[in-house]
């Protein structure tokens, strides 16, 4: 069965300053890859995906992640973080099966 | 509507009182799920429905929990008999597929008193 981690509960970061937020997947075959955004007191919204291809993904609100077959990770990434940036995020996998895992979210914390 | 709708958006109830939790998909997605989010935690998957098929219904807690869905259309989350511990956001997402991203609706704030 597939699984995703966030190995990280909450990271801070400072305004301006680079950002990563990390995530490692276990999935048999090749998987399908995703970041998910949750604002405060809004719903989730997609950020980006991998399904195949180039393995630096962009997507909404600058943000990017890459996907590294062999460490088997998926770290989001966003070269100037800003406060607006301060959310809960999720990543999830699913694998050619049925099944679609959300990892449990790291909260962001950009201070100005 | 251009995204996924779900009502009510707010739902107190009394323990051991029934509810039912609506969710309209984004026209023309063939799968829609549905999650619940307990305060400060992550995403835990109820059951997903695609197409015509057989819905999985794996993540049902209880057998309290169920859901129908109407073709691609409308689908309807049931709790039989509230129990505290229901208490949570139940989100709805619907996707073109199974392999494409989720949209997600607002998500419906159950609250069992």
């Known amino acids: 069965a597939q699984s995703v981690a966030q190995p990280e509960d909450q990271v801070n970061v400072a305004e301006g300053n680079p950002l990563t937020v990390k995530c490692t997947y276990s999935v048999s075959g090749n998987p399908y890859l995703f970041w998910y955004v949750q604002y405060p007191n809004r719903g989730l919204q997609f950020l980006l995906k991998?399904?195949?291809?180039?393995?630096l993904v962009k997507g909404s609100y600058g943000f990017e992640a890459e996907f590294n077959k062999s460490q088997t990770s998926f770290h989001l990434k966003k070269p100037s973080a800003l406060v607006s940036d301060s959310a809960l995020y999720f990543c999830a996998v699913r694998d050619h099966g049925q099944n679609f895992v959300f990892g449990p979210g790291t909260r962001l914390s950009v201070l100005p | 509507g251009a995204g996924v709708s779900q009502s009510p958006s707010n739902k107190v109830t009394e323990k051991g009182k029934d509810v039912e939790l609506r969710c309209d998909p984004i026209s023309g997605h063939t799968a829609l799920y549905w999650y619940r989010q307990r305060l400060g935690q992550g995403l835990e998957f109820l059951i997903y429905f695609q197409g015509n098929s057989a819905p999985d219904k794996s993540g049902l807690p209880s057998d309290r929990f169920s859901a129908e869905r109407t073709g691609e259309s409308v689908s309807t989350l049931t709790i039989q008999r509230t129990q505290q511990e229901d208490s949570a956001v139940y989100l709805c997402?619907?996707?073109?597929?199974?392999?494409?991203?989720?949209?997600f609706g607002p998500g419906t704030r159950l609250t069992v008193l």
């Open positions: 991998y399904i195949t291809g180039d393995n």
């Open positions: 997402a619907s996707s073109l597929d199974l392999y494409n991203e989720q949209f």
